[in-house]
């Protein structure tokens, strides 16, 4: 079936360093793809999306590509502040035959220090 | 423009007894999706409804979990005689049509903890 795997956390930067987390999927035919965030104590956000092959989504300074060669989505900001601070989940839409479903991964934990 | 409400923001239960939790949808939203959030874990698709209609429920445990999605108010999850392993975050989704294009709308979560 359809899933996502994400780069093990948590990941610590310190301030305007350059941050990757890795993203790679398993699907069948062409999903969309995601990137939400989560805040301490908050619900998920969606960060950035893209639908097709070789697609950038971005948002807020961070960017990620569809690979559909590579099947990756990673996620990446040139300098990270310390508001980035959250965790960040990759995930595909499955499409199913009357609706799409979410797939998320696992989460990467990001912490950034002044 | 009140986005995806959820109460309670926190829930705490005996072993036991029953917890609901309830989910308004975006104004205008007649799709809610619900997903647990398990310590140290992603999330996992549990129910996807539209009113008054369970479209796909594979991801709910068996026994004890129930969803609804009534024509009027907010879409409920009940759990029954819950444990300690029902501790987790449960977050709901909504969306305008079952289409990703737009992605999902969250609300904050609710946070059950069994005792």
């Known amino acids: 079936g359809n899933s996502v795997t994400q780069m093990e956390g948590p990941v610590t930067l310190s301030e305007e360093a350059f941050l990757t987390i890795n993203c790679t999927y398993t699907?069948?035919?062409?999903?969309?793809l995601f990137w939400y965030v989560q805040y301490p104590g908050e619900g998920l956000q969606l960060l950035l999306k893209a639908t097709k092959a070789d697609d950038k989504g971005s948002n807020k300074g961070f960017e990620a590509t569809y690979r559909k060669e590579t099947t990756s989505f990673h996620l990446e900001k040139g300098s990270v502040q310390v508001s980035d601070s959250a965790v960040y989940f990759c995930?595909?839409?499955?499409?199913?035959?009357?609706?799409?479903?979410?797939?998320f991964g696992p989460g990467t934990s990001l912490s950034v220090i002044p | 423009n009140a986005g995806v409400m959820q109460n309670p923001r926190h829930l705490v239960r005996r072993r036991g007894q029953e917890a609901r939790l309830r989910c308004s949808p975006m104004k205008g939203h007649s799709h809610v999706y619900w997903y647990r959030q398990l310590p140290e874990e992603g999330l996992k698709f549990m129910v996807y409804?539209?009113?008054?209609?369970?479209?796909?429920e594979s991801g709910m445990p068996k026994e004890r979990f129930s969803a609804e999605f009534p024509k009027e108010g907010p879409s409920i999850l009940r759990i029954q005689q819950v444990v300690r392993g029902d501790s987790a975050a449960y977050f709901c989704a909504s969306s305008l049509t079952g289409e990703l294009d737009y992605g999902y709308t969250f609300g904050s979560g609710t946070r059950l903890t069994v005792v």
């Open positions: 409804l539209q009113k008054e209609n369970i479209i796909d």
């Open positions: 699907a069948t035919g062409y999903p969309s």
């Open positions: 995930a595909l839409g499955d499409m199913k035959t009357s609706y799409d479903k979410v797939i």
